[in-house]
């Protein structure tokens, strides 16, 4: 009886399908990512033999968190050659997501974003380097309130 029960329901998902086979859903598109920042304040290594760091002002909580960006050129002296450009959100929850917004520079020659969070869980902010028309480096910050 179970046999037959299967094979009924066999039969019904097939005719379901318009009669093709089901398939596992098509893999993801590639990100153009080029992955996970290393952690705060790690040194991150740019094209041109440069690098940057990344922080935030202090731990981030509800509320206004203020993410800093530096960029140093390769002889270790700090560069403001980049634009740079963030996009910070929930990836469980896109709604909340900010679009791109662009990095602005202090006196200090420190790139800042103020990420505005909501709510409580996990949270990741996009970090784009940009020279010119071309990016330079793409990476992203995972963090959990």
């Known amino acids: 009886m179970r046999k037959n ?7 019904f998902l097939l005719a379901a399908c318009g009669g093709k086979e089901a398939s596992a859903p098509p893999p993801a598109p590639a990100q ?15 094209p041109d033999g440069g690098w940057f760091t990344w922080g935030f002002a202090e731990k981030p909580k509800l509320g206004t968190a203020i993410m800093k960006v530096q960029v140093y050129d390769k002889a270790g002296t700090r560069a403001t050659p980049y634009e740079v450009i963030g ?18 520079l202090n006196r200090k020659g420190d790139y800042l974003l103020p990420v505005n969070i909501v709510m409580a869980g996990e949270w990741e902010v996009l970090i784009r380097l940009i020279e010119g028309k071309e990016k330079i480096y793409e990476g992203k910050v995972l963090f959990t309130i």
Not at 32 to 46: E, K, S, T
Not at 87 to 104: A, I, L, N, T, W
């Open 87 to 104: 996009e910070y959100g929930m990836p469980s929850m896109r709604y909340h997501d900010s679009g791109p917004v662009k990095f602005q």
């Open 32 to 46: 153009a990512v080029q992955g996970a920042l290393a952690p705060a304040g790690d040194r991150i290594g740019l």
């Open 5 to 11: 029960i299967s094979a009924a329901i066999a039969v």
